[in-house]
């Protein structure tokens, strides 16, 4: 299993960017994945999450503004952000393994993160 996020750059307060993960070794119909971010001096923390059935859930300082989704055939995983802040600055990683959902977060999987800055 290897997972290539892409996708983080600078920008402004108020832009969006779209993370990529893709995932090969994985059915992403079948197995959950997830987003987390850490920004410097602090642990990683949740961001959002999709089942392998399609249940989403946020972290509710995402909630309104970041979308996950996927696209099963291309086995890539995104996130949508949008009305960015200078808070989102953090490194992303996107996670997943075996089981179709991981309520406690213990993912088997990890990416090697990319790097969102948000100017104010």
């Excluded at 402004?12 to 994985?26: D, E, P």
């Excluded at 997830?34 to 990683?44: E, L, M, V």
């Excluded at 979308?67 to 055939?73: G, Q, Y």
Aim: net charge positive; charged share 15%; with cysteine.
């Amino acid at each position: 299993v290897q997972l290539q996020a892409s996708g983080g750059g600078l920008v402004q307060a108020g832009g969006s960017l779209r993370l990529s993960c893709a995932a090969s070794g994985m059915f992403l119909n079948i197995n959950g994945m997830g987003w987390y971010r850490q920004a410097p001096g602090k642990q990683r923390e949740f961001v959002a999450a999709i089942t392998g059935a399609g249940r989403v859930n946020y972290a509710d300082s995402v909630q309104g503004r970041f979308t996950i989704s996927r696209d099963v055939p291309r086995r890539t995983l995104y996130l949508q952000m949008n009305t960015l802040k200078p808070e989102d600055t953090a490194v992303y990683y996107c996670a997943t393994g075996r089981r179709p959902a991981y309520p406690q977060h213990d993912y088997e999987y990890w990416g090697q993160g990319t790097q969102v800055t948000v100017s104010s």
